[in-house]
């Protein structure tokens, strides 16, 4: 059963474009298959790799072009090397169609999942920085989804096993999941229509004033498809913001040349409320008034204060459980690395 789920917070909306041959969560993994092809007249002269899209149809070109890299094509009993060279009629091809990377991260992996919360409808996970929410390029096993397919039964038949909203790989905090199909419905129609309340804390660069609203509209940056950027022709965000706390900061420089020595420069501590969940909103909406968040280099943030990865923690997560009408309310102190940061900038 699919529904539809409403945006995601802080991570790319587009992690299953380009899936070659995806599979269901859950779907029994199969050893993989070795098929035998035979060049037809008809044939005679194609690439291999495009040969072997009419014999794979069910394959990429790209992926079937892995295969021949890895070693997985013969030829007439010989290892093919080259994706490019020519077949001829009569030559009898062998390949081992090993799946995807894509259509294996689908599967259960066990980890020590950092639970705050958990019933049989819901659970509340504190994400460490570093681990990633979806499966995606690059990143196909060691998920949370793998996580979670290990933990419960019933992740297996959940839409994205369960998880209705997500936090960027470097971004630590709080995230609801659901158990079943009836919380991820609820919990997603509640994100939706701003009913979860989601609040987190930043250290970002220069002083920014102490209280202030950005509402300019967010979509994909139209020069680096990575990124995301504020745009005319973007979806309606808001991004709440109040100072908590400034000072100047320098590194070590004892540590340097004396001409290679920087400057104190000034940074703030701030708490941002989430009155909309695009993609890097956070991330977008601070570097925007230019006020990069901390060693965050997508959106030119320098490293400061000890800290290499963004400086973003969602510290606070609130809402109305989906079985029990109870208002629920969860509070996660900052990682040790940000929270030393932090400090670094109270006791200046």
Partial sequence: ME????????????????LDAPVEPGAPLQPPEQRALTVSPDSHGQRL?????????EFSRSHLKHLIDGG???????????????????QRISVVLKPTAQSLAFVPEPMDLPLVFEDEHLMVVNKPAGLVVHPAAGNWTGTLMNGLLAHHAGAVDLPRAG??????KDTSGLMVVGKTLVAVTALSRAIAAREVSRQYLALVQGLVPEAFSVTSSIGRDPATRVRMAV???GKAARTDVERLLSGQWAPDQSLVKAD???????????LCILHTG???????????????LVADSLYGGAPALGMTRQALHATKLSFVHPATGELLAFEAPMPDDMAQAWQALASI
């Fill in 3 to 18: 529904i539809d789920l409403p945006e995601l917070d802080a991570a790319d909306e587009d992690w299953q474009e380009g």
């Fill in 49 to 57: 790799d495009v040969f072997l899209v009419s014999g794979a149809p």
């Fill in 72 to 90: 997985c094509v013969e030829v007439d009993g010989q290892v093919a090397s080259s994706a490019s060279r020519k077949v001829a009629a009569g």
């Fill in 163 to 168: 998880i209705v909203h997500r936090l960027d």
């Fill in 231 to 233: 745009v005319p022709s």
């Fill in 260 to 270: 290679q020595q920087l400057p104190e420069r000034t940074y703030s501590g701030v």
């Fill in 278 to 292: 695009r993609t890097h909103q956070i991330r977008v909406h601070l570097s925007s008034r230019k006020h990069p």
